[in-house]
């Protein structure tokens, strides 16, 4: 299986910061990366798909970029409904795995 | 609306069998590949079982297979998971969940519809 490492595990931000989240891949997925937005007790929420392509409905200061095994995740201007769990995904080879979680908390 | 509405969980006692459900409207069923994702309280989120469209085609996790079933009737829209000798383990919120080929440079798997998810808590 690929394994989705995320770094930081967590990280603590203002509103109005600019926040990125590093995802590496343990072998080259090409562009099969998404993000999710989970808050608690929900169910996570498709942000980016194809490591760089905004799912319909997501505000643009929601960004991805990269391929091959490192890729990113970008909030340019962290708003308060922003705070929340963010995991990426390989959905290059079965099983599709995704990242152990960045948690963005409110510093 | 597209929606998805999981049911069926509760506490099982370990050894034990459940059925989740997962009605889905708002989109066309029998269109689209369907998955099961769980998460264990406080964690992760990981891949379970995964079905193609018309159901002549499933694949498990190691940790479930043998033990668990993916299924989907079509004429119903409804998704299942049935779950037999239940482990501590097995204890999560279990997603049910849409996957969509994006169609791009290359065509590319996003899980673009999830459930509210069910819980499911084996113990004794």
């Known amino acids: 299986d690929i394994q989705m490492t995320q770094s930081p595990s967590s990280l603590s931000a203002s509103v109005g910061d600019r926040v990125t989240i590093t995802c590496r891949a343990s072998q080259s997925i090409g562009n099969y990366l998404n993000w999710y937005q989970q808050k608690p007790g929900k169910a996570p929420k498709l942000l980016i798909y194809a490591a760089s392509s905004l799912q319909s409905g997501v505000p643009s200061r929601f960004s991805g970029s990269g391929s091959g095994t490192d890729f990113t995740l970008t909030i340019s201007s962290l708003q308060p409904e922003d705070f929340a769990t963010y995991y990426c995904q390989q959905t290059y080879i079965t099983p599709p795995t995704f990242g152990q979680g960045t948690k963005v908390e409110i510093k | 609306e597209v929606q998805l509405v999981e049911s069926g969980g509760g506490l099982v006692q370990p050894g034990g069998s459940l059925r989740l459900s997962c009605a889905a409207s708002g989109f066309t069923f029998n269109s689209y590949w369907m998955y099961w994702v769980r998460q264990a309280p406080g964690k992760g989120l990981v891949w379970v079982s995964r079905?193609?469209?018309?159901?002549?085609?499933?694949r498990h996790a190691d940790p479930v297979k043998g033990r668990f079933t993916i299924s989907r009737d079509n004429a119903k829209d409804t998704l299942y998971l049935q779950m037999n000798s239940l482990r501590a383990e097995d204890t999560a919120v279990y997603y049910c969940v849409r996957v969509e080929a994006k169609v791009g440079a290359s065509e590319i798997d996003a899980f673009d519809i999830w459930g509210q998810g069910t819980m499911v808590t084996v113990s004794s």
């Open positions: 079905i193609n469209t018309d159901g002549s085609s499933t």
